[in-house]
């Protein structure tokens, strides 16, 4: 296909744009990694402060969900890189499927996170509804389960964001392909590998302190 | 459709992602008492390496994308450090 796309007059070309839109993805990337860095430097204080309390309470979460949670978002990861070193007009077909693969990866991380969470309420482990842990541990163990609901939920939230892209994106480099929409879809495929980084770190965080006690 | 084949590289990250994470939980039952925090992030640290390296693609890119992306782990670096200065010296 032609390219006939229009380049905004601030840019001297397409490559330009597309260079610029990359380097813009990383700066809002560098945001995000402060966002979660302020609440993975409360979890280090707390855990230091309750280094026993943290371990009981890591106990009581889920690692056989928590580690197939882990292998799934790897996997989205991995399709959605092989999506953007396919893309192109002639491998449309592919992309989209590829990138539905991940799409459908992402949703059942959700679903499963959802299994965890009514489990965890089932289990009393929602701090101000209802808490209650082993009273030698309940104050640190608390605190951790504060911790893991907000962060895992914002982590959710951003793959609920990257789902949405990743749709998106899917369709317009369906029908219309073109620099511009692979350039987007590289973008988008940034942000949805910077958030399957910050899971690998919460995985270590929250799943497999106190394993070995 | 054309013939496309997924490059050796992505697979291998893939693959040693899902080693790495086999690992990771095996040592977490191992007794090591301090160190299975320290293990669990040194390998935290290496799966995120391999995923802005070949995912993220830095590894094609010049400094100036090292240097939009290290600015993130910069800042993250002077928050945790300066963060967590009273808590660790605190007697």
């Keep these: 296909m032609p390219e006939t796309e229009a380049v905004a007059p601030q840019f001297a070309s397409a490559q330009h744009r597309d260079e610029t839109a990359e380097l813009g993805m990383w700066v809002f990337i560098a945001s995000e990694v402060l966002l979660f860095g302020g609440l993975i430097l409360g979890y280090f204080v707390y855990r230091h402060n309750y280094v026993a309390d943290f371990a009981a309470a890591s106990r009581h979460t889920d690692i056989v969900i928590g580690t197939a949670n882990t292998a799934i978002l790897l996997t989205s990861s991995f399709l959605v890189a092989c999506a953007v070193d396919a893309a192109s007009a002639e491998t449309r077909k592919l992309v989209a499927m590829l990138l539905s693969g991940a799409i459908l990866l992402g949703l059942t991380f959700i679903a499963l996170k959802g299994v965890e ?79 399957d980084a910050v899971w690998i770190f919460l995985f270590a965080l929250i799943y497999l302190p106190g394993r070995a006690s | 459709m054309t013939e496309w084949r997924p490059p050796l590289a992505l697979i291998s990250a893939w693959l ?76």
């Design chain 2, 16 to 91: 040693a992602l899902l080693l790495l994470l086999a690992l990771t939980v095996t040592l977490a039952y191992l007794p090591l008492g301090a160190f299975n925090a320290v293990v669990a992030l040194m390998i935290a640290a290496t799966k995120t390496a391999i995923v802005a390296a070949i995912f993220m693609e830095l590894r094609h890119r010049g400094l100036r994308t090292f240097v939009f992306a290290g600015a993130g782990l910069f800042w993250l670096g002077i928050l945790l450090w300066l963060g967590s200065m009273d808590f660790l010296t605190r007697t």
């Design chain 1, 117 to 195: 969470y009514s489990n965890e309420y089932r289990e009393h482990l929602v701090p101000g509804i209802d808490f209650s842990f082993d009273p030698a541990h309940a104050s640190g163990g608390q605190l951790f389960f504060l911790f893991y609901f907000v962060a895992t939920s914002i982590h959710g939230l951003h793959m609920l964001v990257g789902i949405g892209l990743l749709g998106v994106l899917a369709r317009l480099n369906f029908r219309s392909p073109g620099t511009r929409h692979r350039a987007a879809l590289h973008s988008a495929a940034l942000y949805w590998h910077f958030v």
